[in-house]
C-alpha cells in the first residue's frame, strides 16, 4: 500500500497497528530490493507470502493488467480461462521478442524484469554450484536436446550450419568404467580436420557404467585446434564434481556453451533448459536464435523454486543428494554381495550407478528383463535394466548393446541414480523391492515375473 | 512495489515501460484509495487481480505474516496446512477480540481493516438496496437464526433475557395471501402487558401463500406500546420491497434491528449474517454480546464479492432477479392452468409464489408427496411441495399445517421462488421437468413416482 | 476414473500404463476408503493431492455442484465470485440445518459427510490426546466463548437459562501459583443452594501464576451436588496434562462439556471451536440449541489440517511444544536471573511461564509498561507484560489487578508461552529481544522506550 | 469415490442423497468418457468444476504422485515449491520423450493423455474453424516462428538442411492492398530451380495494408514444381477466412504443413503452437524432430480453455471478433474522415485494418512517430504507427519501408486489429483516444506529444 493509502488505514484503524503493518511491508520489500539490487539468489529463501506479493507487483506491471488499456493488437495477452490466468499469475506475455528471447517487451515491464531476473538468478547458482567464471547465461522454455540444436545452429561456431553429420567417438572401457577415449577423439579430428568440423560435443551427465567425459583434455584440444565446445551438462548441476569439470575446462581450454535441464538439476515440471558460456557476446548470440517470444513457464518455476529455496536450501538439496548417493552405494553394495553379484566401480560418475547381474543373466535368458518388468510393475522408478549386447534399430543402423552406451560392456546391469531431491526413503524402499524380485526370480527361474508383469518400458 | 524498488527495475527493463507499468499499479492503488477513503461499495466491480492485490496488501500488515515476529503467546496465528493458508489469503486471526467482534485487534492490523471496511461496504449495500437510513451493522460469522438470538440477548433489548418464551400470533387469511393478523398482536399485547413483552419479532422473508409482515402497522405499534422491534429479514436484501417496508417502519415507527443472511443475499458459502440498525449506540451493544474473537471467512466472502460485482453489479443481480420472478409467475400460471389448477394470488410476496395442488391431491391421497419425492430425484432443488394439514410433532407440541405457516391453509401447494443469482434456464427447467411429473402423476395414478424415487426430503 | 472411461483411456495410451495408473488411484481410494471406514484421523498424514481429490469428490456430490440442476428455492448455494467459489472447494452449503448443526443437508451429500467426518476424526484426536473415554464432539464456527455460552443455554443443563449471573470465585495463592480456592468454591455452593446454580465453570487454560483448576475435586464437588460443570479447555487440546484433568475429572466426578478453541490448537485461522462431552445425548442436545446452517469453514480448515498431518505428526507437534516448554523455561530462567529477576515457578501450568518484573518496577514507575510497548515494536507479539495492581473499570465495575487473574498478586511479571506450532527460533529471538529491551530500560531508566515506540495494546 | 466408498458414505449420511451426490459425479464422468471417446472438443463448455476433477484425475496416473513410488532416476517429477506443484495441477513430467514430442511417457500416463487428447481437441477445433480436411496436428511449446524452423528442418522436405538461404518475393500493390506477387514467385522458381528449393513459405497473418497470401495459386504452384509449401498461419485460426484460404489451397494444390499460434488464437500465454497438416506420416515426422521432453505447460493451457469454452463458446468469440472488425473499420473510417484520413481499402485481410497519416505527416515530420508515443503513454496498446520510407539496418542490411511489408508504400499509417477476445469497449476507447490525439497534435503542431510522451516501442 502506498504511503497515502496508509494514512487512509489509520483513519479507521489505530495508527500504531497500521504503522507497524505497513513497516512489516517494508520487510518484503527490502527482500526484492535486495533481489532487484544484487541480481542474485537470496541466501535465506523467501516465505509463499512474499515470492506472490512479488508476483503480483510484476503482473501488475504487464499491459494485459493495466486497468484502463484498450487493445487493437493481435497480441494483446488476453486470457479466456480464469483458471489459466489464475495458475500464470497473469503473466500471460510470455519472455523476450521476435529475433531475441533476452529481449525486453513493451507491453509486458514485469514479464521482462522476470525474465532478467531469473536468468540472473540463474547465473548466480551456476557460479554457486561451482562454475564461478560463467559469463551468462539464459533459460529456455526447449527441453536439454532442443537447447543444444540452438547453441550449434548460433552463427558464431563458424559459419551455417549446413550439412553437418554427427560423428560418435566410442568410450574407452577403463576398469569397470567407460570413459572419453582421448586418442580416438584426437585421431578422429586429423582425419576429418579442424575445419571441417563443427564442434566437439561433450557430456558430463551419463549412466554408470559411463562416467562424465575428461572435460579438462576435451577443453584444451578444443582450444589447441580451434573447434568450438559445447557441454551437455544434461543433470550435472547438482554435483561439484560435474560443475568443476566445466570450470577446469573453461579454465585450460575452450568450452562454448554448456546446457543443463531445469527439472533435472532444480525440481521443477520438464521444459526448460539454461544455455550458459563464459563469454557473453556469445551467449547472447545465441539468444538470438530463438526466433519469436517464449513461454515464460518454466522461467516462472524456477524463480519461484530459487527464492522459495534460497541459496542455502538449494546447498542443503545438494548437500543431501551427495549424502545419499554414498548411501545407496553402501545398500546397493550389501545387496549386489547378498546376491553374488557386485557393484561396479565407477568412482567417476557422481550421480549414476550400476550393478551387475551376472548371476540373474546366468540363470535364465530372460530374467534381466523380467526384473525390469517387475521393478515397474512395484512402483520402482528410475531403476534401468539393462541387458546384455541388446540388439535395436534405429533409421537403419543397428545399434548393438543399445542403451548401454557401449557396443560390448561385458555384463548386464541395473542402474540406480542418487539425483537432486531424492530421499533416504527412496533408496530403502528400492533396495528391499530390488531384493525381493531378485529372490523371487532366483526361486522360481524363468517363470517368475509372470504374465501379471506389465511389459518394462524402456527408460526415456 | 515503493518507488525505490522502481527506480532498481529501471537498471534491468528500460525505465518507459517500467514508469508505464508502475504508473499502471497507481490505477489499482486508486481504486483502494477510494474504497478505504469513502468505505463504500465501488460503483463498478473491481478486475480479480485488484480484490487480489488489495486482499495480499492486507495480509502482510497482519503479524502472522511479519518477516521478523517472534510469537510466544498462545494464538499467534500459525497455520499448519498451506492449502489452509492460502485459501485464506493468510489471514489467519479472524476479526473482532474478546468482548466485542467490531474491535480492532492489534496483532492483526489487516483482519482489523478487512473487517471494518466489509462492515462499512455492506452499509452501502443496504442503502442502495433501500433501507437508506440505516445507521450502522455488522458481520457476524453466524447463521440468521442465530445472530437473531444474539440480538435479542442485547442489554439494551430492556433487561437480561430471562425466562423468556415465544408467543406466536398466527396469520390471518387475506384472499389467497395469509398475512399479519394486527388485530391479534395487539390483542396480545394488551393480554401480555407491553412491560413483560422481550420484543416484537417480525418478518419480511417467507414462503407464499405467506406474505411479509405488515412493518410500517407493527413498527408504529411497537413505538406506541415501547416494545424493541427485531425484524428477520433473512433473503430481504435482495428485494426492494422488503426493503422498502423496513424503512418504512423505521420512520413512522420502532424497529431496533434487522437481520439479514449473507449467502441468501450475496451469493456467498453459508455461515454468515449482517445485522443492522437504525442507531449506532444499540448496534455497538449487539456487537459487544458476541464474546470472543471470530471466523473472518464470511466478511472476506462477502467483501471479496461485492467488490467483485460492484455496486452496478449488484443491482444487475437484483434487476434480473425481479424480471426472472414476472417470468417465474407467468410460466407457473401457464403451467397451473394446463393442469388444472392456478397460481395464487400473493402479490405482497415478491420473491416466493405458490401453486395449487388440488387436482393433484384429489387423484390420489400420495400424489403431492410424491410429486415432492419425483422432483427432488429429478435434481428440481427449492421446490416445496405442501401437502394438506401435515401434522408434525415437535418437543410435545403437535403443529397441524406444519411448513406452511398456517394451521389450515385450504389447499395443498406448491412453492418455487426467484432468489438472487436465478437464470431464466432453471425456471424454464424446472417448469418442465415439474410438467412431465404431473403429467406422470396423473397417467399412472397412485404408481407413478414408483420405488425408483427416493424419498423427498424436507426444506431446510 | 471409472471404469469404463480407463478402459478408454486405453485406446489413447497403452494399456499397461494406464493400468498402472489406475492402479495408483487405487492408492489414494484405499486413504479415503480408511477414513469412511474408522472416521479416526489417518496414522500417517495424506499428501495434499489426496487431500484434494477427497474435497472434491465431496463437493461434485453437493447440488450446486450437479450438472443437471436447476434451483427455485431461496437458498440454492449459488456462488458469485469465482475466488471465493474456489477457496472453498466449491462446498457452499455450509453445515447443519436449522435446528440442529449436525444435521444432514439433502442439498449438499457432500458438506454433510464433511460436517460428520470432521467432527469423527476431531473426536479421534481428542481421545488420543488423552480424554480417551470423550463419548461425543462436533465443530462450531464461534469461538470459545461463543460456545460456552451455547453449552450453558442447552436445555438439559437444568432449566431455562433465565437471569443466572455469574458468580467469580477467586483463586488462592499457593507458592507462586494461583490455584483453584476449592473451600471457598465449596462455601459458595453451600451459600448460593445447589439448586440455584446453573453450572459450574472451570478452566485449564490460564496464564501463569495462574495453573489449571483443580478438575478432579470441582468434578466431584459437582457430582456430589449435581450441579452440571462445563470446562473451559481453550487451549488445553495441545498439553497432555490438561488433557489428563479432564478425563480424570470425567472418571472420579462429573464433567458435562468441555470447549477447545480450533485455532489455538490445531493452526488453523481463527473461528471455530470444538464442544465436546462424555454423554453422547447431551452433546446431541446441545448442537440442535444452534439455530441454522453454519459455516464450514472451520471445519473444512480443520480437516484438511489434521488429515494433512495425520495422527503422527499432531502428535509430533505436541511433542515439540512439550520440549520447547522446557527450553523456554530454562532461556527465561537464565535471563530473569542475568536481569535480577527470577522466573515464577509454576510446576502446574504446563503452557505459559512467568517471570518476575520486580527490578524494572522499582528503576521506575513506567518501566514495565515501557516494556511491553518495546516488545510490540519489536514484533515479539504474545509476550504479555503485567503491572502491579492495575485498575481497570468495566461497566461500572472496577477490577484491581486486571488481566493478571488476581486482584493482589504481589509482583509485576511478564508472560511467555510454549503453545503449539512454536519453534526453538521464536523462543531464542524472543529471549534475545527481551534481553536488549531489559538493558534498554535499565540503562536510561525512564527515558528508554522512548516517543518512538507505541503504545503496548493488551492483549487480546 | 468408488462404489465401495459411496457404500461407506451412506453409513453416514442417508443413502438417498448420497446415491444422489453420486449419480451426479456420473454427470461429470460422462462429460469425461465423451470427451476420451471422441476425442473433440465438447459442444458446450465444461464448468471449472468438472475440469479440474479431469486434471486431478490424470495427475494420479503419473508416477510422481503414486504413493508408493520410490524413484531413484535422473528424473522423477520431483517438485520442490508447492506453489509450483499447484499451478501445474501436478503434472510434472512434461509431453513427449527423447525423440519424439508425441511420444508416450511410461513414467506418466496421465500426462500422455493430456497431451494425446489436447492435440485431437485442437484438430477437431481445427476442422471446426475451417480446415475441414486436415489430417493431423500436435502442440508445441514453441512460439510460432520457433516452429516454422521445425518443420522446414523435417526430413521429408527433401532433404537435409543444408545451406539453404531465405529468398524474399516482395509483394506487389493491388489498389490499397500489398499482395502476393505471383508472377515474382513463378520468375524466381524458374531462376533458382525448383529443385533448390527447400520449400515456400507463405503466410495468412499480416498487418494491413499487406494482405494474405494468394494460398490457392501459390499450393498449386508448389505442386506443379512438387516443391515443400509452408504456411505461417499465426493468428489465421480466428478467421473463417484465413482458413478457407489454406482448405483451398490443399484441396488443389500443395500444403505441406501450417502453423499456428497458441496464444494469439486462443488466449493463452504466450509460448505454443500447433503444427498441422494434410498427411498425418510428414507430421509425424515433424513431431520426431523435436529432440527431447517438452513442457506440458502451453498444451494444459489450451486444453483447460477449450473444455471451459465447448466448441459452441469457442464459435461465439470467432463471431464476435468478426462483428467488431466491422465495428472498427466504421469507426476508424468516421475518424478518418473527420481528421482528412482515409480508411485503407483492405476488404483481403480480414483481422487488420489500416488508416492513412497523411495529413498529419504533412502537419510536422515528427508528428507520426509522436503519434505512436502518445497512444502508448495513454495505453493504447497494439496500434501501431507506421511512417513512411523508415530506413532500418539489420545485420548489415538496409531495410526501406521497414515493419511496412514494403520498400516503398505510399503514406504513412496506423494499424489497429480486431483480434479474438476483443471487445466493443476496446474498440471505443481507442478511438476516443486516438481521437483527442490526432486533435491535440493538430493544434499544438510539433509540440503536441511532449517531452511526458516516453518513447514509442515498435511492435514485437
Redesign the interface.
Known amino acids: ?2 504511503s ?2 496508509v494514512t ?2 489509520e ?4 495508527s ?7 513497516q ?6 527490502q ?3 535486495h533481489l ?2 544484487q ?1 542474485k539468489c537470496p541466501e535465506e529463501g523467501w ?7 512479488f508476483l ?2 510484476l ?5 494485459n ?24 499469475y ?6 523476450g ?2 529475433g531475441d528471447i533476452a529481449a ?4 509486458a ?2 514479464s ?2 522476470l525474465n ?2 531469473t536468468n540472473s538468478v540463474v547465473l548466480d547458482i551456476l557460479k554457486i554450484s561451482g562454475v564461478r567464471s560463467v559469463a551468462s547465461c539464459f533459460v529456455v ?6 537447447s ?2 540452438l547453441c550449434r545452429r548460433s552463427k558464431s561456431t563458424r559459419f ?1 550450419f ?4 554427427p560423428v560418435v567417438v566410442e568410450n574407452v572401457t577403463e576398469g569397470d568404467e567407460l570413459r572419453t577415449d582421448l586418442e580416438a577423439v584426437q585421431r578422429k579430428i586429423g582425419e576429418l580436420g579442424a575445419e571441417n568440423i563443427l564442434c566437439v560435443h561433450s557430456t558430463t ?1 551419463c549412466f554408470a557404467p559411463r562416467v562424465p567425459d575428461r572435460l579438462e583434455e576435451l577443453a584444451t584440444m578444443c582450444a589447441k585446434h580451434d573447434i568450438p565446445h559445447i557441454v551437455n551438462n ?2 550435472g548441476v547438482q554435483s561439484s564434481k560435474c560443475m568443476h569439470l566445466i570450470q577446469q575446462g573453461a579454465r585450460v581450454g575452450r568450452i562454448d556453451a554448456f546446457v543443463q ?1 531445469l ?2 538439476n ?7 533448459a539454461i544455455i550458459a558460456g563464459f563469454d557473453e557476446c556469445f551467449v547472447q548470440e545465441i539468444s538470438k536464435m ?9 522461467s516462472l ?1 524456477v524463480l ?2 530459487l527464492l ?2 534460497g541459496a542455502n536450501g538449494y546447498k542443503r ?1 545438494l548437500t543431501e543428494r551427495k549424502e545419499i548417493y554414498s548411501f ?1 552405494a553402501e545398500e546397493l553394495k550389501t545387496l549386489a554381495s547378498a546376491h553374488g553379484e557386485r557393484l561396479l566401480h565407477t568412482p567417476h560418475n557422481p ?2 550407478l550400476a550393478m551387475s547381474l551376472d548371476g540373474l543373466q546366468a540363470s535364465s535368458n530372460q530374467a534381466v528383463t523380467q526384473l525390469g518388468s517387475m521393478l ?2 512395484r ?6 535394466v539393462i541387458p546384455l549386447g541388446k540388439e535395436q534399430t534405429i533409421s537403419g543402423h543397428t545399434f548393438r548393446g543399445f542403451m548401454s552406451h557401449s557396443e560390448s560392456y561385458p555384463c548386464p546391469y541395473l542402474n ?7 530421499t533416504r ?3 530403502t ?2 533396495v528391499k ?1 530390488l531384493d525381493k524380485c531378485l529372490k523371487a526370480l532366483k526361486k522360481h527361474g524363468k517363470t517368475a515375473g509372470s504374465c501379471s508383469d ?2 518394462a ?4
Chains 1, 2, 3, 4 share one sequence.
Do not use: W
Open positions: 500500500m502506498n497515502e493509502n487512509l488505514c483513519k479507521t484503524v489505530s500504531s497497528y497500521i504503522r507497524q503493518g505497513s512489516a511491508r517494508r520487510g518484503h520489500e527482500l526484492i530490493r532487484l539490487d541480481g516465505s509463499e507470502s512474499t515470492v506472490e506479493l503480483n507487483e503482473a501488475v506491471m504487464d499491459s493488467n493495466f486497468l484502463g488499456n484498450c487493445g487493437v493488437g493481435e497480441r494483446e495477452g488476453r486470457v479466456a480461462s480464469s483458471l489459466v490466468a489464475r495458475r500464470h497473469r503473466l500471460i506475455h510470455g519472455i521478442r521476435s525486453v517487451q513493451p507491453k515491464a514485469g521482462s524484469l532478467k531476473l522454455p526447449m527441453a536439454t536436446g532442443m543444444l540444436t551455417l549446413s550439412g553437418f553429420e551427465s544434461a543433470y535441464s527439472d533435472k532444480f525440481m521443477v515440471p520438464v521444459g526448460g530463438y526466433p519469436g517470444r517464449a513461454s515464460a513457464s518454466p518455476d519461484i523454486t522459495t529455496l538439496y545407496l550421480i549414476s515397474f510393475t512402483q520402482v522408478s528410475g531403476a534401468r540406480a541414480a542418487s539425483a537432486v531431491g531424492i526413503g527412496d533408496v524402499l528400492c523391492r506389465q511389459e518400458p524402456d527408460e526415456e
